[in-house]
């Protein structure tokens, strides 16, 4: 289950209000695997293409492959404001505490 902070769902609202986007959804995919989980990336996209699925959340509709869709079982959509990552939406597995090969910091 996919779940979102309420300030991820303003951030997205108002960016897509910003943006003429009103009404248009995220697509989520993977990326990639690091040590600290699945990587993944997003894009604005309409509506569902064929074969995505659709997850809503927060009031705003997420699309993604059933690949992604697994990967994102369980992950939290969070809003940031770091001065070393900057202001944006990250995604997080709650289950994820770090990495050995690293000396556990990833999250």
Known sequence: MVTITPEASKFIKDFLEKNGKTGYGI???MTGLSCSGPQFGMALQEKASNGENTISVGGLNFFCDDETKEALD??????????????GITIRDPNIKGCESCGGGCH
């Open 27 to 29: 697509r989520m995919y």
């Open 74 to 87: 369980p992950c939290i959509i969070e809003f940031i404001n770091d001065v070393n990552f900057g202001t």
